[in-house]
């Protein structure tokens, strides 16, 4: 069975700091999805990484897949209020296409003024 | 373009009666597929539908959860008789059917309450 392990689940900060989401696991997928869900909506696609090392770039936000395709980080940088929102990773499969998501738990993100 | 429509929002029911989810996909999305929330958990995955055909059901809970896709356009996920473990945000999604990056988009999820 594979499992994503997004750290943190709960995340504070100030408005101007930077952060860094993870998502870790111990199997390989073909690609790692991040969305992101505002309350009383579904997951938004933010990103899709798809080679091992593949860095993106949204605005402020970088994404990257691991060289292994393990794992994946969001850093978020000057963070804005704005930002504040539910953050999901999810890891397709081994076979691309198949579009069965393993998703992460979540990272809840409060940027405050 | 219309999204990703769910009905019902949001259900309250009585544990042992039935209740059906009904999910609209983006028109000409052939793939459509069922997740869950449940509380406290990870959103996971129930089934993956290619047209009207079950592509893999391999994340459906038991045998009390039924879902169809007849025609290839809506879907509808049954669960007779509910238990209180089935209460969650059920979520819809659907996509293109060639993959090539294409975007998965989800709908706003039904929630289901089951007292």
């Known amino acids: 069975t594979q499992l994503l392990e997004q750290s943190p689940q709960f995340l504070s900060i100030q408005e101007g700091e930077n952060l860094t989401v993870y998502c870790n696991s111990s199997?390989?997928?073909?690609?790692l999805q991040w969305y992101r869900q505002e309350p009383g909506e579904g997951p938004v696609l933010l990103v899709t990484v798809v080679t091992g090392g593949e860095v993106k770039k949204l605005k402020r936000l970088t994404f990257q897949f691991g060289d292994a395709r393990k794992d994946s980080s969001l850093h978020i940088t000057a963070a804005q209020p704005g930002d504040t929102g539910l953050y999901l990773c999810a890891g397709e499969g081994e076979i691309q296409g198949a579009q069965k998501l393993v998703f992460g738990q979540g990272t809840r993100l409060t940027i405050n003024p | 373009e219309a999204g990703v429509t769910q009905f019902p929002s949001h259900s309250v029911i009585e544990k042992g009666q039935t209740v059906t989810l009904r999910c609209d996909p983006i028109?000409?999305?052939?793939?459509l597929y069922w997740y869950r929330r449940v509380m406290g958990k990870e959103i996971k995955f129930l089934l993956h539908?290619?047209?009207?055909?079950?592509?893999?059901e391999s994340g459906m809970p038991n045998n009390r959860f039924l879902a169809e896709r007849t025609g290839g356009t809506y879907s509808t996920l049954k669960v007779q008789p509910a238990e209180l473990e089935d209460s969650g945000v059920y979520f819809c999604?659907?996509?293109?059917?060639?993959?090539?990056?294409?975007?998965?988009?989800f709908g706003e999820g039904s929630w289901l309450t089951v007292v």
């Open positions: 199997s390989v997928f073909s690609s």
């Open positions: 999604a659907s996509s293109r059917l060639h993959y090539s990056g294409n975007t998965i988009y």
């Open positions: 028109s000409g999305h052939d793939n």
């Open positions: 539908f290619v047209k009207e055909s079950k592509q893999d």
